[in-house]
């Protein structure tokens, strides 16, 4: 069964730093792009980051291009996000996603940037 | 940048009852290959989203028959033919057509009567 487990979430200052983890058993991980998520407090859901499988093709959506970094480790099967520069607008539940279709997703965690 | 946009914002459905939710796209999502990139998500209260239909049409595994999905181009519906309790939640479309960046429509949000 394809299992999805993010952490790392919890409350950050304005400007603080925070490094999310995705943990992923299930499938061949390394055969997979992957992608962070995140919802705002009662908002919609607004895609981030993207990493291809071997790490050679990185996107980052606008709001975050340049604060954020996207990484993987195929031999720990994990996906990474380490988030710089937090405003209080990435106050968010953060998930991680697998592939194109977004085909499974892990339970998310939350990320809250408050002074 | 595509653009989706779902209709209704909410719905509220007697159980045993047809549901049908709208999403379009600002641009055609129809691919060379035949395939509308195309996927519609469901998000019940306090889970995370999991995937229901891909490219328009498919049943992602485990997905009940009585949910479907139809439309080409930049026109698509979700349709849920006899709505059980367990489908309540939020309904989002997203395209994955100008992977990776991935686009959601607002949501429909699903209740029952």
């Known amino acids: 069964e394809v299992h999805l487990v993010e952490s790392g979430g919890g409350l950050v200052k304005p400007g603080g730093s925070l490094r999310l983890s995705c943990a992923a058993s299930?499938?061949?991980?390394?055969?997979?792009?992957m992608n962070w998520v995140r919802q705002a407090p009662g908002k919609g859901l607004e895609w981030l980051s993207s990493i291809s499988s071997t790490s050679a093709y990185i996107f980052y959506s606008d709001s975050v291009k340049g604060r954020f970094t996207i990484s993987r480790d195929n031999a720990k099967n994990s996906l990474y996000l380490q988030m710089d520069s937090l405003r209080a607008e990435d106050t968010a539940i953060y998930y991680c996603?697998?592939?194109?279709?977004?085909?499974?997703w892990g339970q998310g965690t939350l990320v809250s940037v408050s002074s | 940048d595509i653009v989706m946009t779902q209709s209704p914002l909410s719905l509220v459905v007697t159980p045993g009852e047809p549901a049908s939710i709208s999403c379009r796209s600002s641009?055609?999502?129809?691919?060379?290959?035949?395939?509308?990139?195309l996927n519609w998500y469901l998000q019940k209260p306090g889970q995370s989203p999991q995937l229901l239909i891909y490219l328009g049409s498919n049943r992602a595994s485990g997905v009940p028959d009585r949910f479907s999905g139809s439309g080409s181009g930049t026109d698509f519906t979700l349709k849920i033919s006899r709505v059980e309790a367990e489908d309540v939640g939020v309904y989002y479309c997203?395209?994955?057509?100008?992977?990776?960046?991935?686009?959601f429509g607002g949501g429909t949000k699903v209740q029952i009567k």
């Open positions: 997203m395209q994955a057509l100008q992977t990776p960046r991935l686009a």
């Open positions: 996603a697998r592939d194109r279709h977004l085909g499974a």
């Open positions: 299930g499938f061949l991980f390394s055969n997979y792009s």
């Open positions: 641009l055609s999502l129809l691919h060379s290959n035949g395939h509308n990139y």
